[in-house]
């Protein structure tokens, strides 16, 4: 007999399985003139960041995706592990917003993974971009983490993370306790499976977690949508049902939860 975690995955993934399909047909079918949910995404951009430690290959499958969905794309790397959150947001935001007016964009969205949300965050708390659409984060940090609040400060993590790195603590001193509420379209999806390397770090992480950030520290005032998926937070950039959420929000706004899923 399964227990009930097992149940609760097993109606997860069926869920997770029906929002893709519905994503397929959603795209497959010809928009109704009458709908403006169903607007073509022509003149439709997506800027990708990756989190802290990764580079624009991590963001590939997302941008594959996105690109076959009708998207233009601008996946931008930039060197999260030797300059401040502060210093990446300021080149590489501005980076994304280019490629995107080059493709003939007038609508830009953004799709983030991890602390690249917070690159987003701090850009738009005393910027702006014209012509801003949509931003899925996709465990983001929001809140800080407690895995920095353990590790920083030691040599091998600092070394390895930079002064991004010592950021992300939860305290007043981290950089997401001086970040504002958020003035955007904004859906988040946070994960609360970990990986076997990332489970002794988890343990130091209090409730639900995806190995490094816990569920309630990705949430952020003013959001419009939370999910929470069982997904770890290194590979959910790769999961079908993550990408699918992704498509979901930037074409609809919200995501498609369980309770508005069809019934398997």
Sequence with gaps: MRSKRDRSHARRFAFGCAALLAMASAYAAPPAAADPELAPVEGQCVVLLHGLGRTHRSMARIEAVLRQA????????????????????????????????????HTIH????????LLLRYY???????????????GPPNQGSEVADAL????????????????????????????????????VISG?????????????????????VAVERARVEGMHD????????????????VI?????????????????????
Excluded: W
């Design 70 to 105: 009708g998207y233009a794309t601008a996946n931008i790397d930039y060197p999260s592990q030797s300059q401040t959150i502060e210093v990446s947001a300021r080149d590489a935001i501005p980076r994304g917003v280019r490629a995107c007016r080059q493709s003939g964009a």
């Design 192 to 212: 609360n499976e970990q990986t076997a390397i990332d489970s002794v770090l988890a343990s130091r992480i209090p409730g639900e977690n995806d190995g490094k």
């Design 110 to 117: 953004f799709v983030t993974h991890s602390m690249g949300g």
């Design 226 to 241: 939370f999910l929470v998926l069982p997904v770890n937070h290194t590979f959910m950039v790769v999961n079908d049902v």
């Design 124 to 138: 738009l708390q005393s910027g702006a971009v014209d012509g801003l659409g949509r931003v899925v984060m996709l």
């Design 244 to 264: 699918g959420q992704t498509l979901q929000f930037l074409r609809y706004g919200a995501f498609l939860h369980e309770e508005s899923a069809p019934s398997p």
């Design 152 to 187: 920083a400060g030691t040599a091998l993590y600092d070394r390895v993370n930079g002064p991004a790195g010592t950021q992300l603590v939860t305290g007043p001193e981290g950089l997401p306790a001086r970040l504002g509420p958020v003035a955007f379209p904004l859906g």
